[in-house]
């Protein structure tokens, strides 16, 4: 319950803040990025059968707009889909965790002034994320199966992103370049009362190249 209404205060949050800033200077962007999202497992209990976890490549693609708090500092709520999770691989065998969320993150941004058309930034914020589905993937001697996960999986994640980036104006249009870290606050394995505590996160590396109008 606590992490349904902490999601529900990040949204408001978010509306909230943004209804103030159009108040004030107003919606100064608003566009789309796609880029390659790197993220494994972390925490205390994320070695399988003796390995250690590798990162899944995967995509990640959304939408973002950002509202001027003041000529520096802005807050850019984004909607993006994100494929996280990790892989375990010896000898040629491999598994792969396929978990796959909607991250709505929140960032507060500071936007360096420069007297060029390059601008860059650093930015901040929580992140809520929504999980859109779960599968495991085994490939042994080259074949491979796909499979649902044989645990159960959280509904909502949490995270804390810290990043940065730089903006290209052009003459309509501005190319928007970030990159960001993504930590994870919350164990993803959702299990039973009165189990045992599993300490598995997922963080990770988003790299992304997008367009802002």
């Keep these: 319950m606590r992490r349904i209404l902490f999601l529900v205060a990040v949204v408001a949050m978010a509306a909230l803040a943004g209804v103030a800033a159009a108040q004030d200077t107003g919606l100064v962007a608003?566009?789309?990025?796609?880029?390659?999202?790197?993220?494994?497992?972390?925490?205390?209990?994320?070695?399988?059968?003796?390995?250690?976890?590798?990162?899944?490549?995967?995509?990640?693609?959304?939408?973002?707009?950002?509202?001027?708090?003041?000529?520096?500092?802005?807050?850019?709520?984004?909607?993006?889909?994100?494929?996280?999770?990790?892989?375990?691989?010896?000898?040629?065998?491999?598994?792969?965790?396929?978990?796959?969320?909607?991250?709505?993150?929140?960032?507060?941004?500071?936007?360096?002034?420069?007297a060029g058309s390059t601008r860059p930034n650093l930015f901040a914020?929580?992140?809520?994320?929504?999980?859109?589905?779960?599968?495991?993937?085994?490939?042994?001697?080259?074949?491979?199966?796909e499979m649902d996960m044989p645990g159960d999986?959280?509904?909502?994640?949490?995270?804390?992103?810290?990043?940065?980036?730089?903006?290209?104006?052009?003459?309509s249009t501005t190319v928007v370049f970030d990159f960001r870290y993504t930590l994870g606050l919350t164990d993803w394995p959702d299990v039973d009362e009165g189990g045992e505590d599993v300490s598995v996160k997922n963080s990770g590396w988003i790299v992304a190249l997008g367009v802002a109008f």
């Design 153 to 171: 999986v959280k509904g909502v994640d949490f995270g804390l992103v810290l990043g940065g980036g730089l903006d290209f104006a052009m003459s």
């Design 30 to 114: 608003k566009g789309f990025k796609v880029g390659l999202a790197m993220y494994s497992f972390t925490g205390d209990d994320t070695e399988f059968e003796g390995l250690e976890p590798e990162s899944r490549m995967g995509l990640a693609a959304g939408g973002f707009f950002t509202f001027a708090l003041s000529p520096n500092f802005a807050l850019q709520p984004e909607v993006l889909y994100v494929m996280k999770g990790a892989k375990y691989e010896e000898g040629g065998n491999k598994l792969t965790f396929k978990l796959d969320y909607l991250d709505i993150p929140v960032l507060f941004k500071y936007r360096f002034a420069t």
């Design 125 to 145: 914020g929580p992140v809520a994320s929504l999980k859109m589905s779960d599968k495991l993937e085994a490939e042994v001697d080259g074949v491979e199966v």
